[in-house]
């Protein structure tokens, strides 16, 4: 059913009366983490300020290490609804467990199913069978074709409104946190109907390729770029080396602005 042969026409997911897929390009910010109202409210402010209409943030955060902070869990879901509420946001916000995504669906606006958990194959029926928007990245080590049959147990039970988020893949290569494979982008919009992000923060790993990666993906006609943003990245509680502070995410979106298609 994601198959393009399947239906020609793209898919527009609807975000709280915003449109992903319908041509125009647009941004996904907000911190790695929940940690606070004020560092969530600080950076709405400055996405507002830019225009952009999606707030992403992790309440409960799959940790490679346990003993890694692990979020705030149904709290952080809370801070971000008040945020987003109070700066009329919608909200992305990842679940991991099969069970949460019916409470989510009070909070977030998009649920996001991680990288650790594409193949999560519970979490994926589960997110078909509710009528949210979910934004599904690509696995750490997944071939395009497991990651399309992944959105295809969303869409098996009813629910099309699926973005797919390239955020880079496991390599050799140890320049890079992942191997951002850009040509995920044509080859999904070609295969599928659905919407194409590109997370330049899980791909890259590295604040000085933010801005090029974001260009890459637009040029190449992704939907839109997903990036963490964070008041002070020293502090974060999570990927503190790879988050944009307020000034450098001005900047970037600046640089970013002029090649943005709006539609
Ligand atoms: C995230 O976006 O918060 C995240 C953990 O990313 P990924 O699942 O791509 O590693
Ligand atoms: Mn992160």
Redesign the pocket.
């Known amino acids: 059913l994601v198959s393009r042969k399947k239906k020609a026409e793209d898919t527009v997911v609807m975000v709280k009366g915003e449109p992903i897929g319908d041509g125009g390009q647009s941004f996904i910010v907000g911190p ?1 983490a929940v940690e606070s109202y004020e560092q969530v409210a600080a950076v709405a402010e400055a996405a507002k300020k830019q225009g952009i209409k999606i707030l ?1 943030g ?1 309440a409960f ?2 940790r490679t290490s346990p003993y890694d902070f692990q979020g705030l869990g149904l709290e952080g879901l809370k801070i971000l609804k008040k945020v987003a509420d109070e700066y009329d946001l919608a909200v992305i916000s ?1 679940i991991v467990n099969p069970a949460d995504i019916e409470i989510a669906l009070d909070y977030v606006d998009v649920i ?1 199913i ?3 958990n594409m193949q999560n194959f519970e979490l994926l029926k589960a997110a078909g069978a509710v009528r949210k928007p979910v934004l599904l ?1 690509r696995g750490l080590a997944a071939t395009l074709q497991e990651f399309m049959n992944a959105a295809e147990y969303i869409i098996a039970q009813g629910n099309d409104q699926i973005i797919l988020c390239e ?1 880079g893949i496991r390599t050799y290569e140890k320049a890079t946190r992942n191997t951002l494979d850009i040509s995920a982008v044509p080859i999904l919009k070609q295969e599928t109907h659905l919407p194409v992000f590109v ?1 330049v923060t ?1 791909s890259t790993g590295r604040k000085d390729l933010l801005l090029p990666t974001a260009k890459a993906a637009l040029a190449i006609g992704a939907d839109g770029v ?1 990036a963490e943003v964070h008041p002070d990245p020293a502090v974060a509680l999570s990927d503190s080396a790879q988050q944009m502070n307020i000034d450098e995410f001005n900047h970037w979106i600046s640089e970013l602005r002029p090649m943005v298609k709006v539609k």
């Open positions: 790695c992403r992790g955060k799959p990842e996001q991680g990288a650790r990245k955020r997370d899980h997903m």
